[in-house]
């Protein structure tokens, strides 16, 4: 005898739609391997190129991405993956994220970003590096000037 029990109508949010979200391996340079969620890892124009290519199912390999960088890059597109993110919000993590890097991680961030094709990264990357080289030679300039 089949049971006509009604199932309680379920209403979907966007954190129910990221647990079941389709995952792409990623594999840095040093062999660190990482999941992530497709709508994060196709903002990536090399990667999303890859997986129209059919290499979804493989793990993607990024030979000139080391696994610090490839996780700090993670980082950035989980966040600018997520909908609805405000200008604001955009700028408020941008500040925060690069706050604790330093000259040679922006740069390999820059590198990174350049290598994934990662337009908005890579416009804030060098951004923050413009920002970095102004500090270090107002410094430069104040030590030869007044000292």
């Not at 389709?22 to 190129?49: N, R």
């Not at 600018?80 to 390999?108: G, M």
Request: hydrophobic share 40%.
């Amino acid at each position: 005898m089949a049971s006509t029990q009604e199932k309680p109508e379920t209403t979907i949010t966007l954190k129910d739609d990221e647990k079941s979200e389709t995952t792409i391996t990623l594999k840095s340079s040093d062999g660190e391997v990482f999941e992530v969620p497709e709508s994060a890892a196709l903002l990536s124009y090399t990667i999303k190129i890859m997986v129209e290519d059919g290499r979804a199912g493989d793990v993607i390999s990024l030979e000139q991405v080391d696994g610090k960088t490839l996780s700090w890059v993670i980082t950035y597109l989980k966040k600018h993956a997520v909908d609805p993110f405000s200008e604001k919000d955009k700028d408020e993590f941008d500040t925060e994220f690069f706050s604790d890097k330093e000259f040679n991680s922006v740069v390999d961030i820059i590198n990174a970003a350049n290598y994934l094709n990662i337009k908005e990264l890579l416009h804030t990357s060098t951004r923050k590096i413009a920002e970095l080289m102004a500090i270090k030679w107002n410094r430069a300039m104040c030590g030869r000037i007044f000292w």
